[in-house]
């Protein structure tokens, strides 16, 4: 083995990470399909940043997404439909949206897992007024999962792997017990090549449906016939073909890009 390399020191993989690998371990071998959009969120960025100006009270940005996806989402129910078996198909009324809610910490950020349960009764100011206040709550331990959940997955091998083989079957005979930890549908934002520029990101999760939220930038576009800069959003939606063909892969897409580039929810906030 060679010696010819400089110094370096290893540090433990932290808790968070672990078991972030084995839950996406859980996803299993589903057919995904992809679709990068490019959203025109301008009319939403400006209506934010004057209701700051005004009011003094920064908008989540990823609480008008999720609005959107769900309202999406309960028109175009079979997009976060999960497969029970080999036969059948649970549909779910409510749309639960598993998000990841940052949270600073001095100089430090930390993560914590957060369902929005019954996102699809909820308005833009109500899921909003949750996320603020998950970011105001001290970060569990177990990071907004299951204690049980994360300890079973921090098994050390070959049981962490026996525990998701068995969750996976688990989870496929009855949908509701991967439903009751992480939502019927999940939104991440990664944002991940900077202000300005543009770029999408591409991931592997357990949910049938998924929302990937990339980096904002400006760019030229056409409106009303007239050439205009537009800050246009990198949005990825991720399906899975195990049980959405694309006719109603389609359909849901153009409802939600319609209920972003609209500002969908947005006249409610001036009316609390």
């Given amino acids: 083995m060679t010696k010819n390399i400089g110094p370096y020191h290893v540090v433990d993989l932290p808790v968070g990470r672990r078991v972030m690998i084995n839950m996406l371990n859980l996803s299993g071998p589903t057919h995904y399909m992809y ?24 908008l989540s940005f990823t609480g008008f997404l999720v609005s959107c996806l769900a309202r999406a989402v309960d028109e175009n129910k ?35 897992g957060h369902v929005i349960r019954g996102a699809n009764h909820k308005t833009y100011r109500e899921i909003h007024e949750e996320i603020r206040a998950v970011q ?14 994360n300890s079973a997955l921090l098994l050390p091998w070959p049981l962490s792997s026996l525990f998701k083989a068995l969750l996976g079957m688990a989870s496929r005979r009855d949908p509701t017990i991967r439903v009751s930890v992480s939502g019927t549908v999940v939104v991440t934002a990664v944002g ?20 990937v939220v990339g980096s904002m930038a400006w ?29 109603p892969a389609t359909r849901f897409t153009r409802r939600l890009v319609e209920l972003i580039e609209s500002g969908y929810g947005l006249d409610e906030m001036d009316d609390q």
């Fill in 78 to 112: 079979e997009v976060h439909a999960y497969l029970k078996g080999r036969k059948q198909l649970v549909i779910f009324d409510d749309v639960d949206v598993g998000v990841m809610i940052e949270r600073k910490i001095g100089e430090k950020r930390a993560l914590r």
């Fill in 192 to 211: 991940m090549f900077g202000k300005g520029n543009s770029g999408w990101g591409i991931y592997s999760t357990p949910h049938s449906l998924g929302l």
């Fill in 35 to 58: 679709g990068l959009l490019e959203v025109d969120v301008t009319v939403v960025r400006q209506f934010i940043a004057e209701y700051k100006k005004r009011t003094g009270e920064p």
């Fill in 219 to 247: 760019k030229p576009a056409v409106v009303e016939g007239r050439i205009e800069p537009r800050e246009i959003l990198n949005l990825t939606v991720l399906f899975d073909h195990d049980v959405v063909d694309g006719a």
């Fill in 136 to 149: 105001s709550e001290p970060v569990p331990q177990s990071r907004g999962t299951p204690t049980w959940f």
